[in-house]
């Protein structure tokens, strides 16, 4: 069992002190964090706490250095568990540039360890499931797919409302999302076009609108609301031979799989002050409705990977060329909100 030491005792940082707890592939050896009620909330959860960070950096049981800390100081800490030898996991977004990822990529290199960073959002079940009917070709080739996080609570008051601490929803839950959306669609992004919101926030942005277009012609919606008090679908897909919508998180997917193009006579309906055949409904004579089953997923398949992955064994499935993509769209996320315009890329 590969041992452990967490930096950072807060929300995310607790979830992996809990996750490496119920582990078969690391142990906890201890955490630390500069908060004192917090390193106290851990000694009541009977976890031993270290006196700072150097003592992990010196600890030679410790294998694994998990950072997860407000994201303006993640890179320090990275670089330095690096030095001392140690492996390390660090929560999202990795960096706030990718100047500053590259220079983390740099130290694992030159210690021989293994750099990973906690996309835990690829096992989220609803991104298994729209993925699982890409792979499956069933509907067809992707058009169009929009990806969705709404919720009304704004952001949590803490650091996350601060923009010198790397706040702001394009690296709280953009990361995620654009993670999965790369995944979804790996085409080369050739146009980013970005509008943030600031509804509870002046600081940073509490929403944003993403507009995605690739190479192959395919387009893409991210979007993040924090004050949107009836939320729109989490996914929704258009396929070249059908359409799929997933309204949220632990739902199935309800597909719309098309049969037949042509129909010989439709039938205007009563739409409003008019009629149309345009927008009448298909029947099942040429369209095939049903729902997926709810895939299966382990999100310590993670922890697993990256033992496998540190003792030379696997390739590592967040792989960081990935990661610096992901840094690379919402760099240009930034700058199109900035610029109000939408830019041309090669991302």
């Known amino acids: 069992m590969k041992k452990v030491a967490v930096i950072g005792y807060g929300g995310q940082g607790a979830w992996h002190c809990t996750q490496v707890l119920k582990s078969d592939v690391v142990s906890l050896k201890g955490v630390y964090d500069i908060k004192e009620n917090r390193r106290e909330a851990a000694k009541a959860n009977g976890i031993f706490v270290y006196e700072n960070n150097e003592a992990i950096f010196a600890d030679g049981d410790v294998d694994i250095v998990v950072v ?3 994201n303006d100081v993640h890179e320090e800490l990275v670089v330095n568990a690096l030095k001392s030898g ?3 996991i660090c929560e999202k977004p990795v960096a706030l540039s990718v100047e500053s990822f590259d220079r983390m990529v740099q130290a694992a290199e030159k210690a021989g360890k293994v750099l990973s960073v906690h996309q835990n959002r690829r096992w989220d079940v609803d991104f298994l499931g729209v993925k699982k009917v890409i792979s499956s070709g069933e509907i067809g080739d992707v058009i169009r797919i929009e990806s969705r996080i709404h919720g009304s609570r704004g952001i949590p008051s803490d650091w996350r409302c ?4 790397g706040g702001g929803m394009i690296l709280d839950w953009g990361v995620h999302l654009i993670d999965q959306m790369l995944q979804l669609i790996t085409d080369k992004v050739t146009k980013v076009y970005c509008m943030n919101t600031h509804i509870t926030n002046s600081q940073v942005d509490d929403g944003f609108r993403l507009e995605l277009g ?3 012609g395919k387009t893409a919606l991210v979007e993040v ?13 258009q396929c070249k031979d059908g359409s799929l919508c997933l309204e949220d998180w632990q739902k199935k997917a309800h597909v ?5 193009w042509i129909e010989k006579d439709v039938t205007p309906v009563q739409n409003a002050a008019g009629i149309t055949k345009t927008m009448a409904p298909r029947d099942n004579l040429t369209l095939d409705e049903y729902y997926t089953e709810i895939p299966k997923s382990d999100v310590h398949d993670f922890y697993r990977n990256f033992v496998l992955a540190s003792d030379g064994k696997a390739e590592q499935l967040i792989k960081n060329s990935e990661v610096r993509r992901v840094l690379r769209v919402m760099t240009a996320c930034f700058e199109s909100d900035e610029k109000g315009a939408v830019l041309k890329v090669d991302i």
């Open 86 to 88: 140690k492996n390390v």
């Open 162 to 165: 601060e923009k010198e601490h």
């Open 256 to 260: 719309a799989k098309l049969t037949a």
């Open 214 to 216: 690739f190479e192959s």
């Open 225 to 237: 609301g924090t004050y949107n008090f009836l939320p729109l679908p989490r996914f929704y897909m």
């Open 68 to 70: 997860a800390t407000p």
